[in-house]
């Protein structure tokens, strides 16, 4: 038996995550409220992109009920886009702004993206946040995901003219904003709740981090699977299990899977038939990059991942 304040493999008689005893180390016992350990694993300001596309209403409810589910402040982010957008790179941009007409009919597509967004989270009484910076697209958004805890954004659709991030910018949000980004594909209904996740692991320092900025959505789903692609020089114990061995301690219930790698198929490929023959309603992976550009560069998985997409992608680096 564990001395008192003895940290254990697994209080598995008592439940209690990590089985950290309840007691000081002189002895005396002290209570641990539940709602301390729960609120510590919850998103408490969740900002959405929020644009004029047709896609834009279920990228909101999804918003709002992930705000109401974790009792979160959420913050509804509409960029005002200049007419014309030059970027160069992450951090060098030059932006023109927009004529008298052009204002009056952003203004106006404003004001309705805005009625939606209030209305929708006043009806579950959700606290919220409108927002509406100028100027270049990335940097507003990065800015304001640095005061949340999770960013909501959509998948960028090359064939959508009101998209307001492209596939650049979404990338620089991934790698240089601080925060996990959950992306919204554009061309699928979305699922009721994120109930049935599936982690793509492959024992790297971004998948570690994508998995603990993702707990509070681990907690709150019914199913996860740790996907581990099986590769020629991977040799010895996997090291799934000892994540599942990790989330246990978080009291959550984790299957493995080990696939074997094919060659003639990339890992992102495998991950998007994975995903949809688990019915997966989240993809949990880390975010990788190359070279010292890495923020403009994405990985072949990633980039993969957010082309072709079908089901929502949590990603974090």
Same mark, same amino acid.
Request: charged share 20%; with cysteine; proline share 5%.
């Given at each position: 038996?564990?001395?008192?304040?003895?940290?254990?493999?697994?209080?598995?008689?008592?439940?209690?995550?990590?089985?950290?005893?309840?007691?000081?180390?002189?002895?005396?016992?002290?209570?641990?409220?539940?709602?301390?350990?729960?609120?510590?694993?919850?998103?408490?300001?969740?900002?959405?992109?929020?644009?004029?596309?047709?896609?834009?209403?279920?990228?909101?409810?999804?918003?709002?009920?992930?705000?109401?589910?974790?009792?979160?402040?959420?913050?509804?982010?509409?960029?005002?886009?200049?007419?014309?957008?030059?970027?160069?790179?992450?951090?060098?941009?030059?932006?023109?702004?927009?004529?008298?007409?052009?204002?009056?009919?952003?203004?106006?597509?404003?004001?309705?993206?805005?009625?939606?967004?209030?209305?929708?989270?006043?009806?579950?009484?959700?606290?919220?946040?409108?927002?509406?910076?100028?100027?270049?697209?990335?940097?507003?958004?990065?800015?304001?995901?640095?005061?949340?805890?999770?960013?909501?954004?959509?998948?960028? !659709?090359? *064939?959508?003219?009101?998209?307001? =991030?492209? @596939?650049?910018?979404? $990338?620089? %949000?991934?790698?240089?904003?601080? +925060?996990?980004?959950?992306?919204?594909?554009?061309?699928?209904?979305?699922?009721?709740?994120?109930?049935?996740?599936?982690?793509?692991?492959?024992?790297?320092?971004?998948?570690?981090?994508?998995?603990?900025?993702?707990?509070?959505?681990?907690?709150?789903?019914?199913?996860?699977?740790?996907?581990?692609?099986?590769?020629?020089?991977?040799?010895?114990?996997?090291?799934?299990?000892?994540?599942?061995?990790?989330?246990?301690?978080?009291?959550?219930?984790?299957?493995?899977?080990?696939?074997?790698? !094919?060659? *003639?198929?990339?890992?992102?490929? =495998?991950? @998007?038939?994975?995903? $949809?023959? %688990?019915?997966?309603?989240?993809? +949990?992976?880390?975010?990788?990059?190359?070279?010292?550009?890495?923020?403009?560069?994405?990985?072949?998985?990633?980039?993969?991942?957010?082309?072709?997409?079908?089901?929502?992608?949590?990603?974090?680096?």
């Amino acid at each position: 038996m564990a001395a008192a304040g003895e940290i254990t493999a697994l209080d598995t008689d008592h439940g209690k995550p990590c089985g950290i005893s309840d007691h000081s180390t002189d002895g005396q016992s002290f209570a641990r409220p539940a709602q301390v350990t729960r609120s510590a694993m919850l998103y408490k300001n969740i900002c959405v992109h929020l644009d004029d596309s047709p896609h834009c209403q279920q990228r909101l409810a999804l918003a709002v009920k992930l705000a109401a589910q974790h009792d979160a402040r959420l913050t509804g982010l509409y960029i005002v886009p200049p007419v014309r957008e030059v970027v160069f790179a992450a951090d060098m941009a030059v932006a023109l702004p927009p004529g008298p007409s052009g204002a009056g009919h952003m203004a106006q597509h404003e004001a309705s993206v805005k009625e939606r967004f209030i209305a929708q989270c006043e009806r579950v009484d959700v606290r919220h946040t409108w927002i509406t910076p100028e100027g270049i697209a990335v940097q507003a958004a990065l800015r304001a995901a640095r005061n949340a805890d999770l960013l909501i954004a959509r998948q960028y !659709d090359p *064939d959508d003219t009101h998209a307001g =991030l492209d @596939l650049n910018a979404l $990338e620089t %949000l991934v790698f240089s904003s601080g +925060v996990p980004v959950l992306i919204v594909p554009t061309r699928v209904t979305l699922p009721e709740h994120l109930d049935r996740v599936l982690i793509a692991w492959n024992d790297s320092r971004e998948a570690r981090r994508a998995v603990t900025d993702a707990l509070p959505l681990l907690l709150c789903a019914s199913a996860v699977t740790i996907l581990e692609i099986n590769r020629p020089e991977m040799t010895g114990e996997s090291s799934a299990d000892g994540l599942a061995g990790l989330l246990a301690c978080h009291q959550i219930t984790a299957q493995t899977s080990r696939f074997d790698e !094919d060659t *003639d198929s990339s890992d992102g490929v =495998l991950l @998007l038939s994975q995903a $949809e023959e %688990l019915k997966a309603d989240l993809v +949990v992976m880390g975010a990788y990059g190359h070279g010292r550009l890495r923020e403009l560069m994405l990985g072949g998985v990633t980039r993969t991942m957010l082309r072709y997409m079908t089901t929502p992608i949590f990603v974090s680096h």
